[in-house]
Each structure stands twice: as C-alpha cells, then as structure tokens.
C-alpha cells in the first residue's frame, strides 16, 4: 500500500510561482511512476507531471511545458512540482499520484491507481 500527502498549494496571483510537495510513505513496485494530475472544476482530471524515480526522460503537459517541473528526493520520499509563471487557468485541485511501470517499463500518463487527497492552486489575475 501507497500513501501520498500533498502540500504547498495556496493562492496566487499570475506570475507567481509555488511548490507542491508530495510524501511517499515508502516506494514499492507500485510507486516506481510519481505524477501530478490536476481537476478543475467541471473538467476531467488531466495528467500535469510524471516522472520514473529511477530517472530519465519526464512527462509535461503542453499547457505547462517551459513553467513546470517535476523533481524528486528520494533519500526524503517527497516529489516535487515546481510551478513557475503561473496563470488564471492553471487553478484546479492538484493531486499526486503513483503507479507501478508498465510492460514496457515506461511511466504512461494513464493507469495511476494511488492518489493523495489533493491541494488547492488557485491563481488570480
């Protein structure tokens, strides 16, 4: 079993920037893949973030390609998303999420079956 606790959402106004922190209490095989996804209201939840802790190439969203990035620590347990020029539409609920690789030892952006409980972005103009 995989817990996740998110933190560091808050308000803002555009052009801002905040961190979100995830807790991992501990990795297994089904939190080799770490993401962020985020739920604005009356839309579906979209994938933001994803990262395989092992390394390697990462996945962005177009929409936050250039003001995101994801990162890891993995001697702490804690996945980062670092969130820079931040704009109106990035308000949503973001949610960490974990997922084991898949057959081809990828991280997809689908399939997360753990996810935390969620933290408030919201960003003014």
């Known amino acids: 079993q995989v817990q996740l606790v998110e933190s560091g959402g808050g308000s803002v106004q555009a052009g801002g920037s905040l961190r979100l922190s995830c807790a991992v209490s501990?990795?297994?095989?089904?939190?080799?893949?770490m993401g962020w996804f985020r739920q604005a209201p009356g839309k579906e939840r979209e994938g933001v973030a994803v990262?395989?802790?092992?390394?390697?190439?990462?996945y962005y969203a177009d929409s936050v390609k250039g003001r995101f990035t994801i990162s890891q620590d993995s001697a702490k347990n804690i996945v980062y998303l670092q969130m820079n020029s931040l704009k109106p539409e990035d308000t949503a609920m973001y949610y960490c999420?974990?997922?084991?690789?898949?057959?081809?030892?990828?991280?997809?952006?689908?399939?997360?079956?753990?996810w935390g409980q969620g933290t408030q972005v919201t960003v003014s103009s």
């Open positions: 999420g974990a997922r084991g690789l898949s057959f081809g030892g990828v991280c997809p952006v689908e399939g997360f079956g753990y």
């Open positions: 501990r990795y297994t095989y089904n939190s080799n893949c």
């Open positions: 990262i395989y802790r092992g390394g390697g190439p990462t």
